[in-house]
């Protein structure tokens, strides 16, 4: 028996990778239907609360605005930091209304991942002429 006559038995890991994609790839479905509707005019604050109600209307969970205390060495600092929004407990959307995206925004994204403990993370910037040249995906 070769190869392509195996079945194949995904591990966890690997269906969880899978889960993970399919939620970005619905996830960026509805931020590039917000866009659509809106355009790159208007400030992160109006993109988040439309973004939030296309999810709702997806039958997607989420959290907004979701505070995220900094711990060092036994001491919990309530700093103010705040995730923009996160998906089904998995997936941290950090918002922009930008020029462009730059390296201290996604170290941001990245920060946090790394915070949460989360895997995936996607930076939306919407101040873009089309979406997807405003989407970073990062996976720890």
Do not use: W
Request: aromatic share 4%; hydrophobic share 40%.
């Amino acid at each position: 028996m070769n190869d392509e006559d195996k079945p194949y038995h995904g591990g966890t890991e690997t269906r969880r990778v899978l889960v993970l994609e399919e939620l970005t790839n619905r996830i960026i479905g509805a931020a590039i239907e917000v866009h659509k509707e809106l355009g790159p005019g208007l400030m992160e604050s109006a993109y988040e609360e439309c973004l939030c109600h296309e999810l709702r209307l997806r039958k997607m969970g989420f959290e907004r605005q979701v505070p995220l205390p900094v711990e060092y060495k036994g001491l919990k600092l309530e700093c103010g930091y705040r995730l923009d929004v996160v998906v089904e407990d998995a997936v941290i959307l950090e918002l922009k209304c930008v020029e462009r995206v730059l390296p201290v925004h996604v170290a941001q994204l990245m920060t946090y991942l790394k915070m949460t403990g989360k895997r995936v993370g996607l930076l939306i910037n919407f101040k873009v002429e089309v979406l997807s040249r405003g989407i970073v995906r990062k996976v720890l």
